[in-house]
Antibody, heavy 121, light 107 residues
Framework: QVQLQESGPGLVKPSQTLSLTCTVS??????????WSWIRQPAGKGLEWIGR???????NYNASLKSRVTISIDTSKNQFSLKLSSVTAADTAVYYC?????????????WGQGTLVTVSS | DIQMTQSPSSLSASVGDRVTITCRAS??????LNWYQQKPGKAPKLLIY???SLQSGVPSRFSGSGSGTDFTLTISSLQPEDFATYYC?????????FGQGTKLEIK
């Protein structure tokens, strides 16, 4: 079973870049069975899809964040990463990484535990 | 973007009750609809995918139905561990979008 774990700074200053890494265990990130996503959730609010990356490096982003988001993958480390630039307080949220089975159903099968990122000076 | 609307936003029920949560998509999404359960401080957990398929390991008291724009999640007999927030999510197109959530509370 795939397991995911987010890591990165819990506090980011306004206008700076948020950087998070998701480490995948229990399988190879490049196996082709999954692609990989980031999702966030502000406190007390709903879930927002940020974007996804395939093993090939191909990405898709939510247009609401597209100009500020970069998702990348490092198959040698079994990791994928999120960078969100020019952050504001509105970017304060729990950030989750998740796997998506390449079985045609596009479901978020497995999730990391989530990491809280606070944007504050 | 496809908008997902859940109802009700909150629901009070008792152990043993049968509960139904509805989700409506702003356009047809065939059966590309998934349901998740989230408990406080935890990541969402996949319950149902493709509108009606039960994820492995999920109790059979959970079921889903629907297609097109209207979907339901039913819990046949509520257990204490089922009190949580439930989200629907469309996987028909990007950006993937979620409903606003339904908080299921103990009566």
């Amino acid at each position: 079973q795939v397991q995911l774990q987010e890591s990165g700074p819990g506090l980011v200053k306004p206008s700076q870049t948020l950087s998070l890494t998701c480490t995948v265990s229990g399988g190879s990130i490049s196996s082709g069975s999954y692609y990989w996503s980031w999702i966030r959730q502000p406190a007390g609010k709903g879930l927002e899809w940020i974007g996804r990356i395939y093993t090939s490096g191909s990405t898709n982003y939510n247009a609401s964040l597209k100009s500020r988001v970069t998702i990348s993958i490092d198959t040698s480390k079994n990791q994928f990463s999120l960078k969100l630039s020019s952050v504001t307080a509105a970017d304060t949220a729990v950030y989750y990484c998740a796997s998506v089975s390449r079985d045609g159903y596009n479901k978020f099968d497995y999730w990391g535990q989530g990491t809280l990122v606070t944007v504050s000076s | 973007d496809i908008q997902m609307t859940q109802s009700p936003s909150s629901l009070s029920a008792s152990v043993g009750d049968r509960v139904t949560i509805t989700c409506r998509a702003s356009q047809s999404i065939s059966t590309y609809l998934n349901w998740y359960q989230q408990k406080p401080g935890k990541a969402p957990k996949l319950l149902i995918y493709a509108a009606s398929s039960l994820q492995s390991g999920v109790p059979s008291r959970f079921s889903g139905s629907g297609s097109g724009t209207d979907f339901t999640l039913t819990i046949s007999s509520l257990q204490p561990e089922d009190f949580a927030t439930y989200y629907c999510q469309q996987s028909y197109s990007t950006p993937r979008t979620f409903g606003q959530g339904t908080k299921l509370e103990i009566k």
